[in-house]
């Protein structure tokens, strides 16, 4: 299905369902309205299927139970993780672990890409 627009490129919202790791629907980042779902059977398992990437842009948790969420959180080996929202905020540091990114944007930590920073060394 395609809006009506003389040119440019168009992705309908898509699901991909019944993924695994060695797709390469999952194993690459789609910028884009696409869902990839790989089914897994405990919290540990879909905690490494989720770290089994060449990236670490953003990940999402979504429970009932916040302080699991948050324990979950902790083991993604990715630079942002949403709790039960896909907010961001602006006022944190912003960039992604592995091939999705070094430095950070956003709040104070953003500043850093504007600095020259400088080193005197003097014998002691």
């Known amino acids: 299905e395609r809006p009506d627009f003389p040119t440019g490129f168009y992705v309908a919202p898509t699901l991909i369902a019944n993924c695994n790791n060695t797709m390469k629907a999952v194993r690459e980042e789609i910028f884009g309205p696409v869902v990839v779902v790989v089914p897994f059977d405990t919290e540990d398992e879909a905690i490494a299927i989720a770290n089994d990437s060449d990236f670490g842009l953003y990940s999402y948790v979504f429970s009932k139970d916040t302080s699991r969420a948050w324990e979950v ?3 993604l080996r990715a ?5 039960n929202s896909l907010q961001r905020n602006n006022e944190a540091p912003f ?3 592995k091939q999705s990114g070094v430095g950070r944007d956003g709040g104070s930590f953003g ?3 504007y600095s020259e920073m400088q080193s005197i060394v003097w014998p002691a």
């Open 73 to 75: 959180a902790k083991r």
């Open 79 to 83: 630079g942002n993780v949403g709790i």
């Open 95 to 97: 960039g992604g672990f």
């Open 111 to 113: 500043l850093y890409a």
